[in-house]
């Protein structure tokens, strides 16, 4: 039987490969299912510091596979799925990486949008073909878009379900690296080493506050700030970066919590 979705962890760095090659990784039923499931697995487990977000087979993801017959099960069901998986993986708690190496058109880029940062080689293509299989933007796409792209290039990319290469996608602020197909593993690797090794209270915060920070007010965003800066000096994380600064060595990052107990003396 084939595994629709490996799921491997090295150095604190998880990588979630969706695996049928032979659909381009449409992602099915099954698929969806299985990456909510890993995204939660992920979410909740204290040792992943990073995830990337891949496919095999030459391919990011095709979308959502529309070769098999529509079930008898309300659409509005089918989605909920699709919401799940993308509000899991939007607010996973560590830095995220899309590696895309072939087409990611529909859901598949929205997933990979999805992720905090996105790497693609030459080879990459990518499209909101919605509009030619007659439907309207899900995965998070209508969200997304308009604030990484402006809202008239948005409009743009979905009703005229226009395919892009890899350097007209990082023009438009939609790939963050166009890397060369040969060195593209080697330059993940470094990218999740160094993502992974930071403080992990710090960067879930930092991510969490750029994510929010554009539908906020600027007074709301200092008011956040000082919220999430006041948990991180509870961590022994900044102590460590003081302590590694003097020493003249790398910090030992662990996100581990620091506040001294109260002792009988306290007062």
């Not at 995830?51 to 089918?78: E, K, N």
């Not at 409009?155 to 005229?160: E, N, Y």
């Not at 060369?180 to 080697?186: F, L, N, Y």
Request: aromatic share 6%; charged share 25%; glycine share 8%.
């Amino acid at each position: 039987m084939t595994v629709l979705l490996t799921s491997d962890t090295s150095a604190g760095v998880r990588t979630l490969t969706l695996n049928r090659p032979d659909r381009r990784n449409a992602i099915d039923g099954e698929l969806w299912e299985a990456l909510a499931t890993a995204l939660r697995e992920a979410g909740g487990d204290r040792s992943v510091r990073a995830l990337v977000l891949t496919g095999a087979g030459g391919a990011f993801c095709s979308g959502a596979d529309i070769s098999r017959p529509v079930t008898d099960r309300h659409p509005l069901h089918r989605m909920r799925t699709l919401t799940e998986v993308t509000l899991l993986l939007h607010e996973l708690p560590f830095p995220t990486l899309a590696k895309v190496t072939g087409v990611a058109v529909g859901a598949g880029w929205n997933l990979a949008l999805g992720c905090d940062l996105v790497v693609a080689t030459p080879q990459a293509r990518f499209a909101q073909i919605f509009a030619r299989r007659g439907l309207s933007l899900d995965c998070g796409g209508s969200w997304l878009l308009p604030k990484l792209v402006g809202l008239q290039q948005a409009k743009r990319l979905a009703l005229l379900a226009e395919t892009i290469d890899a350097e007209q996608a990082r023009a438009l602020n939609l790939v963050t690296w166009v890397v060369a197909a040969d060195k593209v593993d080697a330059f993940v690797d470094d990218l999740t080493a160094r993502l992974a090794s930071g403080a992990p209270v710090a960067l879930a915060q930092t991510k969490a506050l750029l994510d929010e920070g554009a539908d906020r007010t600027l007074r709301d965003a200092l008011a956040n700030e000082a919220r999430a800066q006041a948990v991180n000096f509870a961590t022994a994380d900044v102590w460590e970066a003081y302590t590694a600064f003097a020493d003249g060595r790398e910090p030992r990052f662990t996100g581990r919590w620091a506040v001294p107990r109260r002792t009988e003396n306290d007062t």
